[in-house]
């Protein structure tokens, strides 16, 4: 028996310790193998056009290469490689799956920590299409294991990085500056925004991700000079919308957690109504539809709109602007309530570092910032603390302040959280679609945690509608959620894929609730995108302004919406952002002045976002 095993090992040995002849020809077609482990474990393969493939397949040709040339070693370059990239496509399959947005690199690697608090929340299932990619690369790998290649010696190495360089400065030529992409294969950089999930899909990873990465690259606007700037807020003529002489005693500004009604995409028909509150509400509130430039997560972007004022839309396409734009010190809604004597509050019950708040906030200049570690006793939904339990903590926190100080709290809520494709015992689900939608169970799950949004929304509301000071209450949500694509696609009536650039906006429109317990004109606002809503709250309260926020309002009077994929103007006509497209006059100044806060900071002009504090300075 003993002879008879170490005959089968040593026959099992010469089976597996084999080379490959020529086994230069499989490296050269390595970056097509890695192309299609890739695409395969993504699930998009076959959906990508071969002339956009043949793009995407140069670009692996060049990864490839580079990590071949500084490694020096052949199967660890092509194994290691691989490898890498299988990993990538695996992750943003599940990210797409969580986010309805694919993995964007290389911004998403700056949201890491952010990620990993949250990822525990969701439920990751082996896909076919994961496993058939990971098949794909065990035999790649086991096949690349039996090849051998020569290490090329330093002359050769340098031989080959010359034309290596070569070729990628005619290839990256090619494809940026004479948008050979367009020629060639049909891919239009505008319309890659419109629908990035459905542009991944169709023009391939790689290819979209250089498209990506162009768009990181600060463009200075024509005519900008920093006197330019200043120049721009000159004669600036807005109307005020205050229907009051109140000024309040307490502004609390609440961005809650994937807070939206789907129904302004199409209608639906569910058990019972989810926001019956919010719906009834009439009295001294003012409601409207918020436009906003994230779906499905990138919280961080909208809350840095409402604060700063900062349109995403002419900055470079970034995760999270709270990690790429943000340095003390960040003027905004903070800075100028705060001239205006206010005791500036953050309240959010999850980590502090997610979205890198706690460096943000302090930048900003809040006071004080309530993270997790302020809320262990509180309500749970799920994972989360609940709206209920939030907004206890938010009363607790008012009935510690001074008599006659004014309170500003932006509170950031966290109960909606995505993480819909189970339950918990701790969660009641109470509302369900019926009709043609019915047994969409994670949609189900979402429109039950609005419907608890909303009672706690009424029960916040009950109380300071007791409390004799003046308070504002505003509470928008942060993004539509990501729950299954179709529902999405039933309500608009045809795939995402086929949609309008205006129709796409569609999915970034959120609540807008602004409540007081004074008397204040009720209203409807249509349209109005979220860099305009900080100033607005500060108009409604009759607080003084700086001179950014009055070319802000002034803005949102000829342009009401800056939106994802484009932008309205004031008599309703929709306009699709295009590299051809000539801004209007309004949105050049806007541009101009934002450009100087954020880009140009060494030459910021400073009396633009500040007003001189009470009491002087």
Same mark, same amino acid.
């Given at each position: 028996?003993?002879?008879?095993?170490?005959?089968?090992?040593?026959?099992?040995?010469?089976?597996?310790?084999? %080379?490959?002849?020529?086994? =230069?020809?499989?490296?050269?077609?390595?970056?097509?193998?890695?192309?299609?482990?890739?695409?395969?474990?993504?699930?998009?393969?076959?959906?990508?056009? =071969?002339?956009?493939?043949?793009?995407?397949?140069?670009? &692996?040709?060049?990864?490839?290469?580079?990590?071949?040339?500084?490694?020096?070693?052949?199967?660890?370059?092509?194994?290691?490689?691989?490898?890498?990239?299988?990993?990538?496509?695996?992750?943003?399959?599940?990210?797409?799956?969580?986010?309805?947005?694919?993995?964007?690199?290389?911004?998403?690697?700056?949201?890491?920590?952010?990620?990993?608090?949250?990822?525990?929340? /969701?439920?990751?299932?082996?896909?076919? @299409?994961?496993?058939?990619?990971?098949?794909?690369?065990?035999?790649?790998?086991?096949?690349?294991?039996?090849?051998?290649?020569?290490?090329?010696?330093?002359?050769?190495? +340098?031989?080959?990085?010359?034309?290596?360089?070569?070729?990628?400065?005619?290839?990256?030529?090619?494809?940026?500056?004479?948008?050979? $992409?367009?020629?060639?294969?049909?891919?239009?950089?505008?319309?890659?925004?419109?629908?990035?999930?459905?542009?991944?899909?169709?023009?391939?990873?790689?290819?979209? %991700?250089?498209?990506?990465?162009?768009?990181?690259?600060?463009?200075?606007?024509?005519?900008?000079?920093?006197?330019?700037?200043?120049?721009?807020?000159?004669?600036?003529?807005?109307? @005020?919308?205050?229907?009051?002489?109140?000024?309040?005693?307490?502004?609390?500004?609440?961005?809650?957690?994937?807070?939206?009604?789907?129904?302004?995409?199409?209608?639906?028909?569910?058990?019972?109504?989810?926001?019956?509150?919010?719906?009834?509400?009439?009295?001294?509130?003012?409601?409207?539809?918020?436009?906003?430039?994230?779906? +499905?997560?990138?919280?961080?972007?909208?809350? !840095?709109?409402?604060?700063?004022?900062? @349109?995403?839309?002419?900055?470079?396409?970034?995760?999270?602007?709270?990690?790429?734009?943000?340095?003390?010190?960040? &003027?905004?809604?903070?800075?100028?309530?705060?001239?205006?004597? !206010? %005791?500036?509050?953050?309240?959010?019950?999850?980590?502090?570092?997610?979205?890198?708040? $706690?460096?943000?906030?302090? &930048?900003?200049?809040?006071?004080?910032?309530?993270?997790?570690?302020?809320?262990?006793?509180?309500?749970?939904?799920?994972?989360?603390?609940?709206?209920? +339990?939030?907004?206890?903590?938010?009363?607790?926190?008012?009935?510690?302040?001074?008599?006659?100080?004014?309170?500003?709290?932006?509170?950031?809520?966290?109960?909606?959280?995505?993480? /819909?494709?189970?339950?918990?015992?701790?969660?009641?689900?109470?509302?369900?679609?019926?009709?043609?939608?019915?047994?969409?169970?994670?949609?189900?799950?979402?429109?039950?945690?609005?419907?608890?949004?909303?009672?706690?929304?009424? /029960?916040?509301?009950?109380?300071?509608? #007791?409390?004799?000071?003046?308070?504002?209450?505003?509470?928008?949500?942060?993004?539509?959620?990501?729950?299954?694509?179709?529902?999405?696609?039933?309500?608009?009536?045809?795939?995402?894929?086929?949609?309008?650039?205006?129709?796409?906006?569609?999915?970034?429109?959120?609540?807008?609730?602004?409540?007081?317990? /004074?008397?204040?004109?009720?209203?409807?606002?249509? $349209?109005?995108?979220?860099? !305009?809503?900080? @100033?607005?709250?500060?108009?409604?309260?009759?607080?003084?302004?700086?001179? &950014?926020?009055?070319?802000?309002?002034?803005?949102?009077?000829?342009?009401?919406?800056? +939106?994802?994929?484009?932008?309205?103007?004031?008599?309703?006509?929709?306009?699709?952002?295009?590299?051809?497209?000539? #801004?209007?006059?309004?949105?050049?100044?806007?541009?101009?002045? #934002?450009?100087?806060?954020?880009?140009?900071?060494?030459?910021?002009?400073?009396?633009?976002?500040?007003?001189?504090?009470?009491?002087?300075?």
């Amino acid at each position: 028996m003993s002879l008879s095993i170490s005959g089968v090992r040593t026959r099992m040995k010469k089976i597996l310790h084999f %080379t490959i002849p020529h086994g =230069w020809i499989l490296g050269c077609l390595a970056p097509v193998a890695g192309y299609v482990i890739f695409e395969t474990t993504t699930g998009n393969l076959t959906a990508i056009h =071969w002339n956009r493939a043949l793009m995407n397949i140069a670009f &692996y040709y060049l990864l490839y290469a580079l990590v071949y040339l500084v490694l020096n070693r052949f199967r660890t370059a092509v194994a290691g490689t691989t490898a890498v990239l299988y990993l990538i496509a695996a992750v943003d399959y599940y990210v797409l799956q969580f986010k309805g947005s694919p993995l964007l690199l290389p911004q998403d690697l700056t949201a890491w920590r952010t990620a990993a608090a949250v990822v525990s929340n /969701y439920e990751i299932t082996p896909a076919a @299409s994961v496993v058939t990619g990971g098949v794909l690369l065990a035999v790649f790998i086991f096949l690349i294991c039996h090849v051998r290649v020569k290490r090329l010696k330093w002359k050769q190495r +340098g031989g080959c990085a010359v034309v290596y360089v070569l070729c990628c400065a005619l290839w990256l030529t090619a494809f940026y500056k004479y948008d050979i $992409k367009y020629t060639l294969a049909d891919i239009d950089d505008d319309v890659f925004w419109w629908s990035l999930d459905g542009s991944y899909r169709d023009f391939g990873y790689a290819v979209s %991700t250089a498209i990506l990465v162009k768009s990181m690259v600060f463009e200075k606007p024509e005519g900008y000079t920093p006197e330019a700037a200043e120049e721009a807020a000159q004669d600036i003529q807005y109307t @005020s919308h205050a229907s009051s002489d109140t000024v309040p005693e307490n502004l609390i500004v609440i961005m809650n957690e994937s807070l939206a009604d789907m129904r302004v995409i199409g209608d639906f028909e569910t058990n019972e109504e989810f926001f019956p509150f919010i719906s009834s509400l009439e009295e001294n509130t003012v409601k409207g539809n918020l436009y906003v430039q994230v779906f +499905g997560g990138g919280t961080s972007n909208t809350e !840095y709109e409402v604060l700063t004022g900062h @349109s995403m839309s002419f900055l470079p396409y970034v995760i999270s602007a709270f990690q790429a734009y943000c340095k003390p010190p960040e &003027y905004g809604l903070v800075t100028t309530l705060k001239d205006q004597g !206010y %005791t500036a509050v953050a309240m959010h019950p999850n980590i502090s570092g997610n979205w890198n708040r $706690k460096n943000v906030y302090s &930048y900003m200049e809040f006071d004080e910032f309530l993270s997790s570690g302020e809320y262990r006793e509180a309500e749970r939904l799920r994972d989360y603390v609940s709206d209920l +339990g939030n907004y206890q903590r938010l009363i607790e926190r008012y009935e510690e302040k001074e008599e006659g100080e004014r309170l500003f709290v932006f509170n950031v809520t966290m109960q909606n959280h995505g993480g /819909y494709e189970y339950g918990a015992d701790n969660f009641q689900e109470e509302i369900r679609m019926t009709g043609e939608l019915a047994g969409y169970e994670q949609t189900d799950r979402y429109l039950s945690l609005m419907k608890k949004s909303d009672e706690a929304f009424a /029960y916040l509301l009950e109380y300071f509608s #007791e409390v004799e000071e003046p308070t504002m209450i505003v509470m928008f949500g942060d993004h539509q959620a990501a729950v299954e694509t179709e529902v999405y696609e039933s309500l608009f009536g045809k795939p995402l894929s086929e949609l309008s650039p205006e129709e796409a906006d569609r999915r970034y429109i959120t609540p807008l609730i602004i409540w007081t317990n /004074y008397e204040q004109r009720e209203g409807w606002i249509d $349209k109005i995108s979220a860099n !305009y809503l900080g @100033s607005l709250i500060l108009d409604l309260a009759n607080l003084e302004l700086t001179p &950014y926020n009055q070319i802000l309002l002034e803005t949102w009077e000829e342009l009401p919406a800056l +939106g994802k994929n484009g932008y309205y103007l004031a008599d309703g006509s929709y306009v699709a952002w295009s590299a051809d497209t000539e #801004e209007p006059e309004q949105m050049r100044r806007y541009h101009l002045i #934002e450009y100087n806060g954020v880009a140009d900071r060494r030459n910021r002009r400073d009396v633009l976002f500040r007003i001189e504090p009470q009491g002087g300075m």
